[in-house]
Structure formats: C-alpha cells, structure tokens
C-alpha cells in the first residue's frame, strides 16, 4: 500500500506563487511515476503534471512553463512548484502515485483570487 499526503495549498493572489507537497510512504519503492491533478468545480480532474521514476517529467498545456513539478528521493517527496499563478488554477490539487494500482492523497485546495 502506499499514502500520501499533500501539502501546501492556500489562498493566493493572481500572479503569485504557491507551493505543494505530498509526502509519500509505504511501499513507495514500487511507485513508478507520480503526479498531479486537480479538480475545479463542475470540471473533471485533469493531470496538471507527472514525474516518473526516471525522471521523466510532462505537464498539461495550460500549466506549461508555470509549474515545475521535482521529487526528493531521499524525503520521499514530490513538489508541485507553482508560479504565476491564475484564478483558472483554482482547484483542489491530488497527488497520484502509480504502482500496479493508481494511490490517491485527499487533496489540498488551491485559491487564486484578487
């Protein structure tokens, strides 16, 4: 099993910056990419940004060049590293992790108003 667990939303103003977490654990050494979603109202959930095990990183085209999304091995972490942000990115923001099963944290809200 693995859990995880985010980290890091709030309140922002446009054009600020936002940090989030999710903090893995259990058997995280089969977790083979990670990544981040999120969900406004009324919307579906869409994949904002993954990292594999490898490194291999891709982002949603809205997000490109905005986000950054890193991982720490050694804290067993995956940062979601957020700039510029905008009232679209308002949302609650999932952490995935992918074994042979896809883990979900219980999300983190992200609030981008003036």
């Known amino acids: 099993q693995v859990q995880l667990v985010e980290s890091g939303g709030g309140l922002v103003q446009p054009g600020e910056s936002l940090t989030l977490s999710c903090l893995a654990s259990?058997?995280?050494?089969?977790?083979?990419?990670t990544a981040w979603y999120r969900q406004a109202p009324g919307k579906q959930r869409e994949l904002v940004a993954r990292?594999?095990?490898?490194?291999?990183?891709n982002y949603a085209d809205s997000v490109q060049g905005r986000f950054t999304i890193s991982r720490d091995t050694a804290k067993n972490t995956v940062t979601l590293q957020m700039n510029s942000l905008k009232p679209e990115d308002t949302a609650v923001y999932y952490c995935?992790?992918?074994?042979?099963?896809?883990?979900w944290g219980q999300g983190t809200q992200v609030t981008v108003s003036s």
């Open positions: 995935q992790a992918t074994t042979t099963i896809d883990w």
């Open positions: 259990g058997t995280i050494e089969k977790i083979y990419a």
């Open positions: 990292i594999t095990s490898g490194g291999m990183v």
